[in-house]
């Protein structure tokens, strides 16, 4: 198993470009999350999915949108980059939240290093 | 919202002590409470969950707490060895829907 894959690893936009990044795991997982970090900030949850075709905001939204099309994949999208979107995102995936603890494991990526000019 | 605090400043620690780390919450409990490990350039890891009805559970060298009254986490590494030297973050899970939010973690630095 590969677990949870990011593309790409690195990316350096100009402000106003577009861009996807892409997230896949082969775990059969139900839940997938995307995340931003920043120095001092930790982890901030923009947006998450609890199963194909579903997705909800997380803390700090704005300026992203996500699909979730099949179960496996998690794509997080960035219309009109802003410098203010210059960080490491990191994509995550859960088994499903339920009494047994290995279900609430959270799998992460490598993460993605993203600078906006 | 919930808020999650974890030790803003970083801890230093000589090797062979016991390291402790705080994670606090406010509102109502969570149902678990999970414990991540992230070394530079690269994703957290889990290392241990605990749920509300469990005062105590242990993993080798770490130790976790869950005090509902005081809505706080305490994680313990003993023995501690410099290979420890990383940031340790908090994830209180509370069920809503799949939501999960970290507190901002606490770098550990264990000095040979």
């Known amino acids: 198993n590969a677990g949870v894959t990011q593309t790409p690893k690195f990316r350096v936009l100009k402000t106003g470009q577009s861009m996807t990044l892409l997230c896949a795991q082969d775990m059969n997982h139900e839940y997938m999350y995307w995340y931003r970090q920043d120095p001092g900030m930790g982890l901030r949850l923009i947006h998450y999915s609890v199963g194909e075709g579903t997705t909800a905001k997380g803390e700090v939204p704005d300026g992203y949108n996500v699909s979730r099309l099949k179960k496996q994949n998690f794509l997080l999208g960035l219309e009109s980059a802003a410098p203010s979107q210059t960080s490491v995102y990191f994509c995550?995936?859960?088994?499903?939240?339920?009494?047994?603890?290995?279900?609430?494991?959270?799998?992460f990526g490598p993460g993605t290093r993203l600078t906006v000019l | 919202s919930q808020k999650i605090e974890q030790n803003s400043e970083a801890l230093n620690i000589q090797e062979g002590k016991t390291a402790t780390l705080t994670c606090n919450y406010t509102?109502?409990?969570?149902?678990?409470l999970q414990w991540y490990r992230q070394d530079p350039g690269r994703g957290p890891v889990f290392l241990l969950l605990i749920r509300e009805n469990e005062k105590e559970k242990r993993k080798e060298r770490l130790k976790v707490t869950f005090d509902t009254t005081l809505k706080q986490s305490l994680f313990h590494i003993t023995a501690s060895q410099p290979a420890d030297s990383a940031t340790y973050l908090c994830?209180?899970?509370?069920?809503?829907?799949?939501?999960?939010?970290f507190g901002q973690g606490t770098e550990l630095s264990v000095k040979p």
């Open positions: 994830a209180p899970l509370y069920n809503q829907g799949g939501k999960l939010i």
């Open positions: 509102n109502y409990s969570p149902a678990y």
């Open positions: 995550a995936s859960l088994s499903r939240l339920s009494g047994r603890a290995r279900h609430n494991e959270q799998f």
